[in-house]
């Protein structure tokens, strides 16, 4: 069946403009997770949906990073004004269920010059 | 202090052979833990969950020492499709799976 979707799978952008990644979770999955992973660091959660619940935005890094997941499906992550640190590996997750597992999609590479 | 540190490696070993990986986490109250397979430009994918008694699953075993708060992979007959980075990870809270994920560590089998 079809996995964890994200698109683009690769964006390079000039720093200060702002970029929208996007994640299509593994249908019904209540639970969608956005990590980033930087060039030899472990992933850095950044954000949890569940459900209809106020999301849990702990690891959002600054103000520039928001997120929102449209119909408890469709998830976007936005960067305003990017900056050179922003450059990663965004992955998004999804699970059935909060506590199940959680499965990784393939994660847009960004690129800030 | 990382929160889950991993030996970087890489670990490189001939086939067939078995190898061993270690990982320390901070949060003495944390409630699961797993260990992530991650191929080169791939997403991490579950390899396997990590429980007190230890488990194994085919050549694969793990173990938690809560005491020590490490966390071990053992790999016996290693193949050349095992080579990729492997990920400890740790949920520190329960409730939901809010992981706290290793720097990883890299192993390369050859032939």
């Known amino acids: 069946g079809a996995g964890v979707s994200q698109s683009p799978s690769n964006k390079v952008t000039e720093k200060g403009k702002d970029v929208e990644l996007r994640c299509d979770p593994i249908s019904g999955h209540t639970a969608l997770y956005w990590y980033r992973q930087s060039l030899g660091q472990g992933l850095e959660f950044l954000i949890y949906?569940?459900?209809?619940?106020?999301?849990?935005k702990s690891g959002l890094p600054s103000d520039r990073f928001s997120a929102e997941r449209t119909g408890g499906s469709v998830s976007t992550l936005t960067i305003q004004r990017t900056q050179q640190e922003d450059s990663a590996v965004y992955l998004c997750?999804?699970?059935?269920?909060?506590?199940?597992?959680?499965?990784f999609g393939p994660g847009t590479r960004l690129t800030v010059l | 202090r990382k929160e889950v540190e991993q030996d970087p490696g890489p670990f490189n070993v001939p086939e067939g052979a078995t190898v061993a990986f270690n990982c320390t986490y901070s949060n003495s109250a944390s409630q699961s833990f797993f260990w992530y397979r991650q191929d080169c430009r791939k997403e991490p994918k579950l390899l396997m969950s990590?429980?007190?008694s230890g488990n194994e699953d085919g050549r694969f075993t793990a173990q938690l020492n809560r005491a020590s708060q490490y966390i071990s992979l053992l790999i016996r007959d290693s193949k050349l499709s095992d080579s990729a980075t492997y990920l400890c990870v740790v949920d520190p809270r329960g409730g939901y799976n809010k992981l706290i994920f290793g720097a990883g560590t890299r192993l390369a089998v050859h032939p």
């Open positions: 949906f569940q459900g209809n619940s106020a999301p849990d």
């Open positions: 997750a999804s699970s059935l269920v909060a506590t199940d597992t959680q499965y």
């Open positions: 990590v429980y007190s």
